[in-house]
């Protein structure tokens, strides 16, 4: 088996059946997961992950950072280039919310697995970003799946019962994300987040 056989062949991310039963199954358990919110780790599920680990931990100080802060501007113009994946399973979450996120960004609404497929098979930096509350137990399945195969895309969870310590916990498991962000959702705090997820890639030249 030669290198170039494994380029040519279409890079599948995400296993669609799985994903679909996994979404019929989880559409019972929908309301008592989203009135409370666990992340689905234990400590022998727990995996070394230094990227992760940095961000979860600069998580810890950047909603406090956040309030006294702006986005630098140079920062800002070169995020605006940057691809952002909204994800919306099983909910129409991002397509109301985009009023609130920040504005400028080349934003990609999608909310089929098919087309989520062929937006992570572009080979450039995006950030993908999944509503937790939807589906926890999908979203860890597409961040661990993204995080395994393709490491030029940078994923974001978003909750409303997120916390510092459950975001680095969570970091260290195989579902472990980019970065986390507390809902509500203020476009000055979500544009913060985006960018330093952007320098901090810029910088290890991923």
Do not use: C, W
């Not at 059946?17 to 689905?40: G, P, R, S, T, Y």
């Not at 504005?103 to 950030?127: P, S």
């Not at 999908?138 to 995080?147: E, H, P």
């Amino acid at each position: 088996m030669s290198g170039g056989d494994e380029d040519d062949k279409p890079t599948v991310v995400l296993d669609l059946n799985a994903l679909k039963k996994q979404k019929q199954k989880q559409e019972e358990e929908m309301v008592n997961i989203v009135n409370d919110l666990e992340f689905n780790v234990g400590e022998d599920e727990a995996s070394a992950n230094e990227s992760s680990e940095d961000f979860a931990e600069n998580f810890l100080n950047a909603r406090k950072e956040v309030e006294t802060k702006q986005v630098p501007k140079a920062a800002t113009g070169s995020i605006t280039k940057i691809k952002v994946i909204l994800f919306d399973l099983q909910s129409d979450f991002f397509k109301k919310s985009l009023p609130n996120l920040p504005k400028g960004l080349d934003y990609k609404l999608i909310n089929n697995l098919n087309e989520l497929n062929q937006q992570l098979r572009i080979k450039e930096f995006q950030i993908a970003v999944f509503n937790y509350d939807g589906n926890p137990k999908a979203v860890n399945q597409l961040t661990a799946q993204i995080k395994l195969k393709f490491t030029h895309i940078k994923t974001v969870i978003m909750a409303k019962n997120i916390s510092p310590e459950k975001a680095k916990i969570h970091a260290k498991t195989p579902s472990g994300a980019s970065g986390y962000y507390q809902l509500p959702l203020e476009a000055q705090k979500l544009m913060k987040e985006f960018v330093r997820i952007y320098e901090e890639t810029r910088k290890k030249g991923a």
